[in-house]
């Protein structure tokens, strides 16, 4: 992991994600805290630079944004805000395996990370002191249901509200929950007054309108390539197929099958939504079809 200043007492710890760090006096505010497995990495950067967290601020709940939480908690007695959605996941990380798997006891391969206690509530939108550091938590929900930013003065760090380049590049499904929100809040990034923009996922970005059109770019196709296979009528395993032959995806097991299926399944409620497409019954499992 790397240790960068990104100006006067505010940083970043670069791993599998950008850990920010908001410096007040001797204390630290960590927003998020990495991947379970990359906690070591993380206590030594903290030992390193003589930081001693207090508080976690989770942008939302996949493991690998609150995954060391536990340990930090347990070790430094931080407190933890978010937002009420996210704390549900945040204190019982398995109920998002049984999201994934509709509800059911998931599959051993569905691993979640160690739970840690929510101290506190953010609701999206709020502005709050903390530590006599004026915060504002803009609602960022669409990658996931109840993902906040965390701004400060004009420098907003992100969570996963947009992806780098390299992210929009690699992956031919970049995942999401809420498809209409998640365009709602590129609308708020691009109309906002912040000057540097830090995803969880890359280095902080000021051409945010530049970002925000290949987004917007990439959502299209995919919403075009859904539609064309809804030529024909399609369960939705049918239509997971027809994707993943088009985007060349070799699944290699459940835990990368059910967040992509979670993704299709974002774009079809707002195609349905929006009465481009229909449900139906094919063979007494539930189809799609171009209306």
């Known amino acids: 992991m790397e240790y960068s200043n990104i100006e006067k007492d505010l940083a970043l710890i670069s791993g599998f994600i950008n850990i920010g760090v908001i410096k007040a006096g001797e204390e630290i505010l960590l927003i998020d805290s990495g991947l379970e497995e990359e906690v070591p990495e993380l206590m030594q950067v903290l030992l390193d630079k003589g930081l001693k967290p207090v508080l976690i601020i989770n942008t939302h709940a996949h493991r690998d944004h609150c995954g060391g939480n536990n340990y930090l908690q347990k070790r430094y007695k931080v407190d933890i ?3 009420p959605e996210e704390r549900i996941f945040i204190e019982d990380p398995c109920l998002e395996a049984f999201c994934f798997y509709s509800g059911a006891r998931p599959l051993p391969e569905m691993k979640s990370i160690s739970p840690s206690r929510v101290t506190g509530l953010l609701q999206p939108g709020e502005e709050k002191e903390i530590k006599g550091i004026k915060l504002s938590f803009p609602d960022l929900a669409g990658h996931s249901p109840g993902q906040i930013g965390v701004g400060i003065g004009d420098i907003l760090f992100c969570g996963d509200a947009f992806f780098s380049d390299y992210i929009l590049e690699k992956y031919k499904l970049p995942f999401l929950v809420d498809l209409d929100g998640f365009l709602a809040t590129l609308d ?8 540097i923009f830090v995803p969880a996922h890359g280095k902080p970005v000021t051409d945010i309108e530049r970002v925000i059109d290949l987004h917007l770019v990439k959502f299209k196709k995919i919403e075009e390539d859904i539609l064309n296979l809804l030529e024909e009528e399609r369960s939705t395993e049918e239509l997971l197929q027809g994707l993943f032959s088009l985007y060349k995806i070799n699944i290699s097991g459940p835990e990368q099958y059910f967040p992509l299926k979670t993704t299709v399944l974002a774009y079809l409620s707002s195609l349905s ?7 139906g019954l094919k063979g007494n499992i539930l189809s799609w079809k171009i209306t």
């Open 81 to 83: 805000l978010a937002s």
């Open 188 to 195: 708020y990034l691009k109309d906002s007054d912040y000057r």
């Open 273 to 279: 939504k929006r009465k481009v497409i229909r449900t």
